[in-house]
């Protein structure tokens, strides 16, 4: 629905959307999100099916798509662990949130889909270890952009992956040896506990903060879909040779596929730092998205 409203004297047609209808569209993200991998997934399970020379790491590719079979034929999770709510918007300035706020709106999304997809709920207070009992609240990273676009992607993010991510801040003279020396030492630290082979998503650049969200984001790029920088892309191939010649293999249990793709985003940084982020993210690598 479009309106009018006025800006600075001016008329300007704005698109009204509802928060109900943003709840609706949450709510249904979450389900398939953890239900139905993306095909690029599923290629990259076969193509790692392909390269595996470890009869071990074969049959676990065989079974990981026995697993995402089930799941999106069933409607079951692909995993015990449904993740963290990550929401990403991204919001064109001429869009109005009308009958409630959009971060509510995204909540009370979450709150059913968990709920009604029979998913996990896995967050708690940090300290009590109380758990909220329905998933919520939401990781919500929202960017402005021009026109009435709106579009939501939601990315669960286990724990188990998660918790071998980090940020560091190199010396400004390592430049990008010490980059890619970093982020080796970081999946060969991780080992198992992310449930390789997974996805490296790492932000050279930027603030802490900044470097990272944007790794994070960079998970969400198709696997095999390549970098638009030709000098990151050049960086994603030899860090992908490098860390699945440690031969630590699917699962950490041997072989040549650790890692199914390295996708890198670069920001500009201060003179005087240079920030890395590292997110690793699990072989199941969920993320669907809706636009308005």
């Known amino acids: 629905m479009a309106r009018l409203a006025l800006f600075f004297g001016e008329f300007m047609a704005v698109r009204e959307i509802k928060a109900s209808d943003i709840t609706d569209t949450v709510r249904m993200l979450c389900i398939e999100a953890n239900t139905d991998l993306g095909d690029d997934v599923i290629q990259a399970f076969e193509k790692g099916l392909k390269q595996e020379e470890s009869p071990t790491g074969k049959a676990i590719f065989t079974a990981l798509l026995e697993n995402a079979k089930i799941a999106r034929d069933e409607k079951v999770p692909m995993c015990q662990d449904t993740g963290f709510a ?43 270890r109380k758990n909220t009992k329905d998933n919520t609240p939401a990781v919500i990273i929202t960017d402005i952009v021009e026109g009435d676009k709106f579009k939501i ?27 890619v020396d970093f982020i080796v030492q970081r999946r060969q ?85 240079l920030p890395l982020a590292v997110n690793i993210c699990c072989h199941a690598s969920r993320h669907k998205e809706g636009e308005f």
């Open 86 to 128: 990550v929401v990403f918007v991204e919001m064109g300035q001429e869009v109005v949130i009308s009958g409630g706020s959009m971060d509510d709106a995204i909540n009370e999304g979450v709150r059913h889909g968990y709920k009604e997809g029979f998913l996990r709920k896995s967050i708690c207070d940090p300290f009590t």
């Open 153 to 179: 992607t939601i990315a669960p993010k286990g724990g188990g992956s998660e918790n071998m991510s980090r940020v560091t801040m190199l010396t400004p003279s390592g430049g990008k040896e010490a980059v």
């Open 189 to 273: 630290e991780a080992g198992s506990n992310p449930c390789p082979p997974v996805i490296v998503g790492a932000c050279i650049g930027g603030t802490p903060e900044k470097a990272a969200i944007l790794a994070k984001k960079a998970l969400l790029r198709k696997i095999g879909e390549p970098n638009p920088d030709p000098e990151l892309a050049g960086m994603e191939k030899e860090l992908l040779l490098k860390i699945n010649n440690l031969g630590m293999g699917p699962q950490g249990l041997g072989g040549r596929v650790f890692a199914m793709a390295v996708h890198l985003i670069k920001h500009p940084c201060h003179i005087a730092s």
